[in-house]
C-alpha cells in the first residue's frame, strides 16, 4: 500500500508508541512497517522521514557499534513529544493519523 509522507509519520509514531520507551532497531522498524502493516516504503524513505520526525523532536536515534564485527546497527524510539502527538495534546500538520 502506497501512503503519503504525513500518514506516514504517524504510523511510524505509532509503531514506536507501542513499544515506549524502548528502543526500536532500525531494521525491526521497517519490518513491521512493509511486512506486518503492509506499507510500501524502501530503507531510505524511511530514514528521510525519521530525519524529519527527529528534527521536530519526536523520535530520537542513535547507533549501537558492534566492535567484534565492525557494524553499527542504528535504533529509534518515540520521545514524550511524540507521545503527546499519537496521544492527540498536540497537533502538528506534517504528521496525521
Known amino acids: 500500500m502506497a501512503i ?3 500518514d506516514l509519520r504517524g504510523t511510524v509514531l505509532t509503531a514506536l508508541k507501542l513499544q ?3 528502543w526500536v532497531l532500525f531494521r525491526v522498524l521497517y519490518r513491521w512497517l512493509t511486512q506486518d502493516w503492509g506499507i510500501t516504503i524502501d530503507m ?3 530514514r528521510l522521514q525519521l530525519a524529519y ?3 521536530k523532536g519526536y523520535v530520537e536515534t542513535s547507533q549501537i557499534t558492534l ?3 565492525s557494524t553499527k546497527i542504528e535504533k529509534v524510539r518515540c520521545t514524550v513529544k511524540g507521545v503527546d502527538l499519537v496521544d492527540r495534546r498536540t497537533t ?3 504528521v496525521s493519523f
Open 92 to 94: 502538528d500538520p506534517g
Open 53 to 55: 520526525l527527529a528534527e
Open 44 to 46: 531510505s524513505e524511511l
Open 4 to 6: 503519503n509522507d504525513q
Open 67 to 69: 566492535e567484534n564485527v
Open 20 to 22: 515506549y520507551p524502548e
